[in-house]
């Protein structure tokens, strides 16, 4: 079956069109102000911005994304060389004939069988669809490293995931801005860190100096979180790479040639809303080059080679000059179908030219095309723009912080619910039916709606939550009290609970990087993070473990805490715990004096937000 490009009369909507000029804003470092004017992103807020993403969501969620794209990349560009072949032969290609150019061939084959796709895609690699036993195992394997990330996820920052299922629990639904959650730290963290020091100090009694673990002290565990971590990152790799053995090609069926046509329809048509939008604007199209150029990245994703004289890629190029206003949307989106595959398209050496280097550099320019469309398409199709929240975007801290806290939060309102019944009666209340509203997913909704709904501005202005996602509504005092404690706690929860995270980074962008540079395919994310993960947990752990204590010792610095049988702890999860509790405290503080000095400079009330003299601005029109 040919590709079926299809237009979808409710796809663009007001709310996605907007989703998606925020997200191309976002990339290229501007955000949205009001309406349709944007201007440039401060430093704090890019600042805050990279600081912030360090959490591991960010990696699955562009694997997910990602994972789509490269393989609508590879289908795009063989549906053009299949029209080629049918304008050669003079006639239309059977079904038999285009599935094996376009859906069966080794490029799109390649793809779908990528570990990130195997991982992400769970409506294609499953049971109905005809897959072999081969590719059954596969996505076994791949779920098996699903889980292990999970896991891996839980060992890295023991202490945060301890706050936040604690947090949710207690209190579901608690946004991180909010001065409830900077309370829930002071409080939560503080008993985290006492509770876990005096935990360990009883099974040291317990246990005795003759128990060991991996050879090392009982207190010796505390270093053993990182160490778990990196050995759940490598098991979670290997799991992966089994996938990737296991996986073998088969033959796309009708369904889910159906269900790849309309990922690629999708995308089509949001892209084509927004190339129309800046079709003949020059300042637009320089916004779109930056979002597809990537903002944190030191390394540009499109190389000059591939820029025309005005810094402008070839790809973007070829699909505004795709675009005739004259036609319909779906012509539009058909004429794009042809620009893009087009433009993907490499010539592949053949006879005498087919030596294994020439193989080698056609399929990294091959790649290095494909990258280009996913460039340009993750402008439209991103986790800012729609987040599925599918479960298989859920690994299982996530399950646990996001799903099953909330539930134990709802089920223990419902419970205490009966017990209260009882008291209404007595007492004429109405105790019961407000903790069975507060558990319901209704209620949560709506209360989270209010917050951004401007009719209520007046009874949210002096709440945490809404002063720091309106900071230009309050005076100067109020707005750096409101930076200095955001600022605390972004560093609290991003930095020092962070460290293996942030370790992992570093080691996870080097597989890319080098995957990228010596491979002919797109590298997994899901695999180098779990590279990434071993690498951070180890190398943290021998932080731990060695360079602390000797710094320690060097300065007389009490890093250790010596017991009768020379038992020592070294600078562990626990001192996190207890320097997270600690770090809290002023950032309690100076929220508190930003409540105090909205009161007394008072709310502004300009829920619009403005440009400031001298930031850089433009009008993104529908």
């Keep these: 079956m040919a590709l079926q490009i299809s237009s979808s009369p409710n ?13 191309i804003a976002r990339k290229s470092g501007n955000k949205h102000v009001h309406g349709d004017t944007y201007k440039q992103r401060t430093m704090w807020k890019k600042i805050c911005d990279f600081v912030g993403s360090t959490r591991a969501i960010n990696v699955v969620g562009k694997a997910h994304f990602e994972s789509k ?20 032969l003079g006639r239309d290609l059977t079904d038999e ?73 207690a209190a579901s639904g608690v946004d991180e801005k909010s001065t409830k959650n900077k309370f829930l730290m002071f409080g939560m963290l503080g008993f985290i860190g006492v509770a876990t020091t005096e935990l360990l100090t009883a099974i040291r009694g317990l246990s005795g100096n003759t128990a060991t673990f991996l050879g090392q002290g009982i207190l010796n565990l505390l270093i053993a979180f990182p160490v778990a971590s990196s050995a759940l990152g ?57 979002a597809m150029q990537g903002k944190h990245h030191l390394l540009k994703k499109i190389k000059s080679d591939s820029l025309d004289t005005q810094g ?17 949307e779906l012509e539009n989106m058909q004429a794009l179908r042809n620009a893009l595959g087009q433009y993907m398209q490499v010539d592949k050496p053949t006879g005498d030219s087919a030596t294994l280097w020439a193989r080698y550099r056609y399929a990294k320019a091959v790649t290095t095309k ?34 099953a806290a909330p539930a134990i939060h709802n089920f223990a309102l419902k419970t205490l619910a009966y017990p209260a019944a009882l008291l209404d009666r007595v007492a004429n209340t109405h105790i019961a039916p407000t903790l069975r509203k507060w558990a319901s997913e209704s209620y949560q909704k709506a209360h989270a709606k209010k917050m951004s709904d401007p009719v ?29 404690a955001e600022g605390m706690r972004l560093f609290n929860m991003n930095v020092v609970l962070a460290s293996n995270a942030n370790l992992s980074r ?63 702890v070294n600078f562990s999860m626990t001192n996190i715990g207890i320097l997270m509790f600690l770090l809290s405290t002023p950032t309690l503080l100076v929220q508190g004096l930003a409540h105090v000095a909205a009161r007394v400079e008072g709310w502004k009330g300009n829920i619009n937000k403005t440009v400031p003299n001298g930031v850089p601005a433009f009008q993104f029109s529908r």
């Design 11 to 23: 796809l663009i909507t007001p709310a996605l069109d907007r989703s998606i000029k925020n997200n």
């Design 69 to 88: 794209q490269y393989s609508e990349a590879a289908i795009l560009r063989k549906d053009y060389q299949a029209k080629q072949k049918s304008n050669a």
């Design 97 to 169: 004939e285009y599935d094996e150019a376009v859906w069966n061939s080794s490029g799109v084959q390649n793809r779908l069988m990528r570990e990130d796709y195997i991982r992400y895609s769970p409506n294609y690699y499953n049971k109905d669809n005809g897959h072999t036993s081969r590719n059954l195992w596969a996505r076994r394997f791949s779920n098996l490293s699903h889980i292990l990330h999970g896991l891996c996820e839980m060992n890295a920052a023991p202490t945060g995931m301890t706050y936040n299922v604690m947090r949710n629990t």
């Design 234 to 290: 490598l098991l979670g790799f290997c799991a992966g790479l089994a996938s990737q053995i296991a996986v073998q090609k088969h033959k796309v069926n009708t369904k889910q040639q159906q269900e790849l046509s309309k990922d690629v329809s999708d995308n089509l048509q949001k892209l084509l809303s927004q190339l129309k939008a800046i079709k003949n604007k020059p300042e637009l199209i320089q916004i779109m080059v930056k």
């Design 312 to 328: 402008i890629p070839h790809i973007l190029n070829s699909a505004l000059a795709a675009i005739d206003p004259a036609k319909t």
């Design 370 to 403: 494909e990258s280009h469309y996913v460039a340009l398409v993750s402008t439209v199709d991103h986790m800012e723009i729609a987040n599925p929240h599918a479960k298989a975007m859920k690994d299982a801290r996530r399950q646990t912080e996001e799903i």
């Design 456 to 484: 209520r501005a007046s009874k949210n202005c002096f709440k945490g939550e809404y002063m720091a996602k309106n900071i230009h509504q309050y005076g100067p005092v109020t707005r750096a009290c409101i930076k200095i």
């Design 506 to 568: 570093i080691f996870n962008n080097i597989a890319l990087l080098a995957h990228n540079a010596v491979g002919t395919s797109p590298a997994s994310r899901s695999m180098c993070n779990s590279l990434g993960r071993f690498f951070g947990g180890a190398v943290l752990a021998i932080i731990f473990g060695t360079f602390i204590p000797i710094a320690a010792d060097a300065t007389g610095s009490p890093s250790t805490v010596s017991t009768e049988g020379n038992f020592p």
